[in-house]
């Protein structure tokens, strides 16, 4: 195999039904002699409603339960009806709600939800959407061989959000999709799953489908990596917030990977790093709005590389992390500046609880988590050397750009555009790239439109569409 692969991978909006798994074997098979290899999520709402499913089962809630189990049936038993049906298929979808069946009954005898076996319930998704998506690519003319991505993606044990052993991965990559690829097969995946050494499945965390594109690009040295959505790339703001938000043509690794990791639901936090370690190049492109021939970011689409042109815009894009909280921890100054920190860092490290966004003064030390599990924990273990504030429905935004670094003077900028707004925290992050605002939760939508109509109104027609 003279070329490398291509990774395309499909999101929930992209297989959600019968006329969307049609389209994407349209896109596929435009790639056909680019070696593609086919990453697919679950179909759109069906791992929210797998989530719902779990909690019904464990409160043993039999009516919602089978009424969850249904719908779900119905919606995948309807797609293969619109792709025409096909028998094999139509059996192995039964197989797996039956399996799903016995699975949420034993949930409920047991009363009893582990991370591992809520990571089995949530797996159905990825597991199901491939059967379908696998028949319209035979129906488009492609040879589709389909693997079981919890043979392929080895990570360790922390169901739920788990990580990628990389070595292991790659012996499977090589002993599983390699093979099909050189005899010209279509591989195709279920994105979101992994397993463990042992085998037991194990997911990468919500959204996770574009970190297994990326895990997979990465281990294949694809010449690109694809990510198909419902949206025309990357944009200066999430759509849903910002009416007028606009594509951004090109973005740098860098810029991207912060914007994932505050908040951009466009790409999964981790997407960007095994792309960004192999120097494989990644497109954000919208799978309703597709045109023939290779990624072209003066037509459509979003290239994330290693470096992105220049231009004089001061930032590339706003994104927000909404529903976090900010703890606010106080020194009783029962111990030194220096051993107040490590303690801190301590509390929250011994908890696996990722913090954020950090700013502190002479006695206190701000700081955001975005999933408050461990609170009640930490505030104990903080108790006992400060005193310990918590502030909720808060939301960090976060300006990108890599032209920050040579534009002094932005913050007072950002401040002016915000007006009587009140900002909690600031952060000017150390990769010099972002500047980060602790807001109101409420006050989003309203700092978001100030901060798009003050920074993205005249934009440099280089960089953005
Ligand atoms: P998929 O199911 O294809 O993975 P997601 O819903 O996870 O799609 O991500 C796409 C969504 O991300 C868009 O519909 C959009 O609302 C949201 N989004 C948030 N921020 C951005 C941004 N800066 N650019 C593009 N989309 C964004
Ligand atoms: N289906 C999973 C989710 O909704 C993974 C993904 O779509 O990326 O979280
Ligand atoms: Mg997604």
Request: charged letters at 20%; one cysteine or more; glycine letters at 8%.
């Amino acid at each position: 195999m003279a070329t490398p692969a291509v990774v395309m991978k499909f999101g929930g909006t992209s297989v959600e039904d019968a006329a969307a798994m049609r389209r994407l074997a349209d896109i596929v098979a435009d790639r056909a002699s680019e070696h593609p290899v086919v990453v697919v999520s679950a179909m759109a709402k069906v791992t929210d409603q797998l989530a719902e499913l779990a909690a019904a089962a464990l409160a043993a809630n039999r009516e919602a339960a089978a009424e969850l189990l249904g719908a779900l049936q119905a919606r995948h038993r309807e797609a293969l009806a619109g792709l025409g049906g096909d028998a094999d298929t139509g059996a192995a979808l039964e197989h797996l709600f039956a399996e799903l069946g016995d699975l949420v009954r034993g949930i409920a005898a047991v009363g009893e939800l582990t991370g591992r076996t809520r990571d089995a319930v949530m797996s159905f998704g990825e597991r199901l959407s491939p059967l379908l998506v696998r028949v319209a690519l035979r129906r488009a003319g492609l040879r589709p061989q389909l693997l079981d991505a919890r043979q392929v993606i080895v990570t360790d044990e922390q169901f739920t959000h788990a990580l990628p052993l990389y070595a292991e991965s790659q012996r499977q990559v090589d002993e599983r999709v390699t093979p099909a690829l050189a005899d010209g097969a279509v591989p195709l995946l279920g994105g979101f799953l992994a397993g463990t050494r042992q085998g037991v499945g194990t997911t990468l965390g919500r959204g996770g489908s574009d970190f297994s594109a990326a895990i997979l690009g990465a281990l294949l040295g694809a010449q690109r990596i694809e990510i198909w959505t419902d949206v025309d790339g990357m944009l200066t703001a999430d759509p849903r917030l910002c009416a007028g938000a606009r594509r951004i043509k090109a973005i740098s690794f860098q810029e991207a990977a912060e914007l994932a990791y505050f908040g951009a639901k466009v790409l999964h936090p981790s997407t960007l790093l095994p792309a960004m370690h192999s120097g494989v190049p990644v497109w954000v492109l919208n799978s309703r709005a597709w045109l023939p021939g290779p990624p072209d970011g003066a037509r459509t689409g979003t290239r994330i590389a290693t470096r992105a042109p220049k231009t004089t815009a001061p930032f590339k894009c706003i994104s927000c992390k909404r529903r976090i909280v900010v703890v606010e921890v106080i020194s009783t100054r029962m111990l030194q500046a220096h051993g107040f920190l490590k303690a801190i860092w301590d509390v929250f490290a011994e908890h696996r609880c990722p913090v954020d966004m950090v700013s502190t003064s002479e006695v206190s030390v701000s700081l955001t988590i975005a999933d408050p599990s461990a609170l009640p924990d930490i505030a104990d273990a903080l108790g006992k050397f400060a005193d310990v504030r918590c502030a909720g429905r808060q939301a960090i935004l976060c300006l990108v750009g890599e032209n920050l670094r040579d534009t002094p003077g932005l913050a007072g900028q950002v401040f002016a555009a915000l007006g009587e707004l009140n900002v909690r925290m600031i952060s000017q992050g150390a990769s010099e790239i972002n500047i980060g605002l602790v807001v109101d939760d409420d006050d989003v939508p309203e700092a978001m439109q100030r901060l798009h109509a003050r920074f993205f109104s005249e934009l440099d027609p280089a960089v953005f569409a």
